[in-house]
Each structure stands twice: as structure tokens, then as C-alpha cells.
């Protein structure tokens, strides 16, 4: 008896060793993979502690190796050629496969970047059309968490109608227009949740660090103080929730940049969207350690909001936001819908996108990448004379006179304004202000004007002015 289970107590530790023995990785380290090109990629994973890791990419005759640390963890980096696949990477007694090296870049934000192909404009012949093997889409989960996750759930799949239907529209179409230009691999690594806040994407311990963080942690302390018993105080609105279960079990994994759609849920919340935009994309890119990696984003489109000018201060905040280095901002004014917070046309948004990425990241030549952004003023006389960056090859008014300015005096009471071209500037003026100080432009939550310049991309909303920007509920 006592040999039968001596036996069995040995058979029992010996499936456990060979199980604790059996590496993992993370969900995004698999087969289909796409691995940022000429790169110091990372590779890791989990083990028994001790355990011997060997990593062999066949692009190269390099054999990688460390081991598990005593909490299991492991950790290297492979050096990845130019674009090119499919490649297989041996890693211990498993292979991965069908693994492509080329651009690699994360898509977030909230519901626009969510929003699928299959509910957008022209959906069913996009659909259709969707078949790109050599685009691989990554679509993770909806997880919000209180500490770091390990991984996420999900998996690469080459670009299919299947796959891309319920894929990220804005992230497909961005994706697709990368592949056409560049002719390399694209991996698309799709992290967003609908109604998310900024300050849900931000490491808290991060946000402990500036007021604004400190402002929505301790809505949130409030939050878990009012939350009845048994229930969960936590969601994918507050601080860090996302950060934590969607964000940092991908750092560090090789990547070009990222592209981000959000800001609706942060809309009354204008005065903190400027910092806290600032300090999340700060946040990302130290995290990801690397570099200051491009950070393109989407501007909100023209909606009725329950509240007078809320959406157009927030569009202000994200124009704002291009102080920060290395990013740019897709204007939507013309191509929203101000019935609907969720504007069907996400084609150019993602070939919008894409302008920015070919011309700042990819350095293409000859490519008007943005729509006018404001860019100084002059007061003349009864007129205030506007300039612009991103003019392209002229400001261009799609009808008979330009719309959506207003202009104000020393009384800060704005009043509709007329605008004229000049020399690829602005004057502006009103018979009722008769000594302007402040212009501005698109300043009411679902403007929709007609400024652009020739290339077709639309003017940002702005502001001259400091002032501070009264919000009240519609009466």
C-alpha cells in the first residue's frame, strides 16, 4: 500500500514539475503575430521558476536564451529585420507561426474607435472587400482591473470579412490605407472600450501626480464610499480601471505608435481634458520606454450635447493638445452627424489618420496631412486678422460666404461674424463690435462651417481668447 502511493505521489509531482515546467505568454505573442520591423523586439512570458527559455527565429541564425526569475517571469528582446513573412519562432518545445515582421500600431480609445465595420457607412461591400492577409487584426477584450493585468484575452487573425466585420472600423481603415502605401505587413492591436474616460486609460499612480489625477481619484474614493454593499465600485470610467486591465499587460510589445478616438465622456470635464490627455500619452510612452513614439488622434465630430458650447471647448482642449510632441489631431467637422455621437463615415477618419502617419512617421513627401490649425492673430482696426499652419495649397470656403465665426469686445459677448480670405488669411469682423479683441471659430457644439483648404481637409475649431468658457444645460 504504502508503494501504490509512493507511486502516485511521485507520478502527482512529476505532472506537476512538467506542468509548472510548460512555458506561457501573453495572448498578443502567438501565432500571426506581426512584430515591429528593424526592432529590438520584446518577447516574454511566465514558467516554473528556473526554467530554461530558447528563442530561434528562422529570419536569423541567432539563438536567444535566459531563464524563468524566482516569480516566474522571463523576459528578452529579438532583433527583427525589414518587413517580410510569414517567419516561425521556435521557443523551447513550441513554435510559433505564420508570425509577420512589419508596422505595428495600437488602436484605443472609446466607443468611435470600438465602433465595427459592419455598423458603418457603406458597410456591406467594405466588409466584403476586407481581405488582407497580411494586415493582422488583434481585437482585445473589455477588462477593467485594480492592479496590473497579466495578459488580456484575445488573438491575432489575418484580415478576413469574417474577421474585420466586427474589427474596429477607424483601425481598418487606417490599416488598410498603411498597407496600400506601404506595401509591408500592418498590425493592428485593437484596445477600446465605449464610454471610457482619459483617466481610465492613465496609471493612478501616475495621476497621483497632477492635480487633475488627483481630482478624479477622489471622485472615486466618493464613489466607493456611496457604493451599496456587494457591489463593484470599480468601471471602465474610472481612474486607471483601463490602464490596469487593458494597457499594461501589452507594454512593452513592439510598436510603431498609436492612433486614440475618445473625449465624449470627458466632455464636461474641458478645463482637465488639455492636462490630462497630456499626462496620459506622457504616461503610455514612458511605460513603453522605447521612445517618443507618434500618438495620432481624432478630434470630436459636431453633436447637440445637453450642454451649451461643452463640445466645442473639448474640441478646443484637443487642438490644444498638439503642444504635445509628436502627435496630430484629425479634424471631423464636416463629416459628423449631430444627431448621432457615433458619425457612420469612419472611412476618412482612418485615411485621415493615415495622412499623418505617412507624412510625420513615414516621412512621404508631398502629402497635406491636416486641415488648417490656427495659428496667430492680428487686431486691425474694427477686423482681426487670422493666420494659419496647414494651409495647404490655399484656405478654401465650400460656399458662398464662410460661416461659423464669431468675434467679441471687451465685454467678452460674442456675436456672428463675417469672414473673409485674404491672402490665405482671415479677416474677420462684425458691425456690432466695433473694437474686437477674440475670435472664434466653430464654437458651438454641432458647427458644421465650411473652411478647408484646398486639399479638402477641414479647419479646427478655435479660440483667440483665454476666457473663461461658461457651460449651462440647454433651456
Not at 501565432?31 to 530554461?52: C, R, S
Not at 529585420?81 to 508596422?103: C, F, H, K, R, W
Not at 467679441?408 to 482671415?426: E, L, M, R, Y
Amino acid at each position: 500500500m504504502k508503494i501504490k502511493y509512493g507511486l502516485i505521489t511521485l507520478l502527482m509531482f512529476a505532472f506537476s514539475i512538467s506542468t509548472f515546467a510548460q512555458i506561457q505568454m501573453p495572448s498578443f505573442i502567438s501565432d500571426n503575430m506581426v512584430l515591429q520591423q528593424k526592432f529590438e523586439a520584446p518577447i516574454w512570458g511566465w514558467a516554473y521558476p528556473g526554467t530554461h527559455i530558447s528563442i530561434t527565429p528562422n529570419w536569423s541564425n541567432t539563438n536567444y536564451q535566459t531563464s524563468a526569475d524566482y516569480n516566474g517571469d522571463w523576459f528578452v528582446k529579438i532583433a527583427t529585420p525589414s518587413a517580410g513573412g510569414p517567419y516561425s519562432i521556435i521557443i523551447n518545445e513550441d513554435t510559433l507561426t505564420n508570425v509577420m515582421i512589419g508596422e505595428v500600431w495600437v488602436c484605443s480609445g472609446q466607443s468611435n474607435m470600438q465602433w465595427a465595420l459592419n455598423q458603418s457607412e457603406n458597410a456591406e461591400e467594405e466588409v466584403q472587400n476586407a481581405d488582407y492577409p497580411d494586415i493582422r487584426m488583434f481585437y482585445a477584450a473589455r477588462d477593467n482591473a485594480r492592479s496590473p493585468n497579466k495578459d488580456v484575452y484575445g488573438q491575432w487573425d489575418e484580415c478576413t470579412p469574417k474577421v474585420a466585420s466586427t474589427f474596429s472600423a477607424v483601425a481598418y481603415y487606417f490599416g488598410r490605407e498603411l498597407y496600400k502605401e506601404l506595401h509591408v505587413p500592418i498590425g493592428l492591436l485593437h484596445f477600446s472600450w465605449g464610454g471610457s474616460t482619459v483617466q481610465a486609460w492613465t496609471n493612478p499612480e501616475v495621476l497621483k501626480t497632477t492635480p487633475e489625477g488627483k481630482y478624479y481619484l477622489e471622485k472615486f474614493k466618493e464613489k466607493i464610499k456611496s457604493t451599496p454593499p456587494g457591489e463593484l465600485p470599480r468601471n471602465y470610467r474610472d481612474p486607471g480601471a483601463n490602464f490596469y486591465g487593458l494597457i499594461a499587460p501589452l507594454i512593452p510589445y513592439s510598436i510603431r505608435g498609436v492612433i486614440w478616438y475618445q473625449g465624449e465622456n470627458n466632455v464636461f470635464e474641458h478645463q482637465l481634458y488639455r492636462k490630462s490627455f497630456e499626462t496620459m500619452v506622457k504616461n503610455w510612452r514612458d511605460e513603453w520606454g522605447e521612445r517618443e513614439f507618434p500618438f495620432y488622434f481624432v478630434q470630436l465630430a459636431p453633436y447637440n450635447y445637453s450642454q451649451e458650447l461643452v463640445g466645442a471647448a473639448l474640441r478646443d482642449a484637443q487642438r490644444r493638445s498638439l503642444d504635445i510632441s509628436n502627435t496630430g489631431m484629425v479634424v471631423t467637422l464636416d463629416i459628423g452627424d449631430t444627431a448621432n455621437i457615433h458619425p457612420k463615415n469612419k472611412l476618412d477618419v482612418g485615411k485621415r489618420l493615415s495622412l499623418w502617419a505617412l507624412a510625420k512617421t513615414y516621412d512621404q513627401e508631398n502629402i497635406v496631412y491636416s486641415g488648417p490649425i490656427y495659428k496667430s492673430m492680428k487686431i486691425e482696426g474694427n477686423k482681426i486678422r487670422i493666420s494659419f499652419d496647414h494651409i495647404g495649397s490655399g484656405l478654401y470656403c465650400k460656399g458662398d460666404t464662410l460661416t461659423c465665426f464669431t468675434i467679441a469686445g471687451s465685454d467678452k459677448v460674442f456675436h456672428p461674424a463675417n469672414g473673409t480670405i485674404d491672402n490665405n488669411t482671415i479677416l474677420v469682423s462684425s458691425d456690432e463690435v466695433k473694437n474686437p479683441e477674440a475670435v472664434r471659430f466653430a464654437f458651438k457644439n454641432a458647427d458644421e462651417p465650411n473652411l478647408f483648404n484646398r486639399e479638402g481637409l477641414p479647419a479646427s475649431t478655435f479660440r483667440t481668447d483665454n476666457w473663461n468658457i461658461i457651460t449651462a444645460p440647454k433651456q
